[in-house]
């Protein structure tokens, strides 16, 4: 079918679809900076993130930065759960192929016992220790004591044989 033409003010071609349903029509053009950067890091990093086009680039980002983050926090979670059940001793262990809450639950349950057990050793150590100096002194003191003593026998010792010499000496004398 052919088209009329009847004026100016008449459009000589149809509007477009996409623009009579109201979406915008996106222009074909060279990426921008900011996207071409993106898109050389997303090649050179270690794992490299999906790329987000279109409108909603900034909202993919976002949500792929969340959903990395609690990848990474349960990820933190199973290893600090398995960490855990690792210091259950034996017998507290449950035999199941991974840590549970039930793990964690024992295990909180036995670093709290063996907290206080620790907490009762070093009040009876400090105590132990405070005994052991009083015992240090009073053993230091019977040491003085038993110096002082041994000194006291040697001088009165000494001053025995002396009377004795003087005695023997009176008695000789009155005998002349």
């Known amino acids: 079918m052919g088209r009329w033409r009847l004026g100016m003010t008449a459009p000589t071609q149809p509007p477009s679809q996409h623009f009579a349903i109201g979406e915008l029509k996106r222009k074909d053009r060279a990426p921008s900076p900011t996207e071409m950067t993106s898109a050389a890091e997303a090649l050179t990093s270690k ?19 969340r959903a990395e983050k609690a990848k990474k926090h349960r990820d933190k979670l199973s290893r600090d759960v398995a960490e855990l059940a690792t210091r259950l001793p034996q017998h507290l262990q449950l035999f199941e192929d991974k840590p549970t809450v039930a793990n964690i639950r024992q295990a909180i349950i036995h670093i709290d016992e063996l907290e206080n057990e620790a907490a009762q050793l070093r009040a009876a150590h400090v105590q132990a220790t405070r005994q052991n100096i009083a015992y240090q002194h009073e053993l230091q003191a019977l040491r003085n004591e038993k110096r002082t003593n041994a000194q006291d ?4 010792n000494n001053r ?5 010499l003087e005695l023997q000496a009176w008695q000789q004398y009155r005998q002349v």
């Open 153 to 156: 026998l040697a001088r009165l």
């Open 160 to 164: 025995i044989g002396e009377l004795e």
């Open 47 to 65: 794992r490299a993130k999906p790329a987000a086009t279109g409108a909603g680039t900034s909202e993919g980002v976002h949500k792929s930065d």
